[in-house]
């Protein structure tokens, strides 16, 4: 009698613990997979940032190079002024100068909606 329930009590423990086992497997396999999507996610996401940080450098060279074509035309403007004589001649200048800032203006809105269009889709 004693020999029975202890061959009941091996085989339910047996069992229990291959349940168990059986569950920490599945557990494993799901969290392997959890961990395969979330590194994919993440790489993607090095790629999108590489992707940015390379437009955002590009637009800072774009930029550099709009701010130093709009000092080297208000340089140019400064000294046209110096030299103007007549009424009629500032007159000139006052919408020369009025044109370098439209441009400057119009450059800066371009440069934040080609940003935008290229890295917002």
């Known amino acids: 009698m004693v020999r029975i329930i202890a061959t009941v009590l091996v085989v339910v423990s047996a069992y229990f613990y291959g349940f168990h086992q059986g569950q920490n497997k599945e557990e494993l396999k799901n969290a392997r997979t959890q961990i395969s999507a ?9 790629v999108k940032q590489t992707s940015d940080a390379v437009a955002l450098s590009e637009l800072r060279l774009a930029e550099s190079a709009s701010r130093d074509e709009l000092d080297r ?7 046209i002024e110096r030299m103007s004589k007549t009424d ?6 006052r ?15 371009d440069r934040a909606i080609k940003f935008c269009a290229e890295n917002h889709k």
């Open 73 to 79: 035309m208000r340089s140019q403007l400064a000294d």
């Open 88 to 93: 009629t001649d500032r007159e000139r200048n």
């Open 38 to 46: 979330l590194e994919r996610t993440i790489e993607e996401f090095k």
């Open 95 to 109: 919408c020369l100068s009025l044109a370098v800032r439209y441009k400057e203006a119009v450059d800066r809105a």
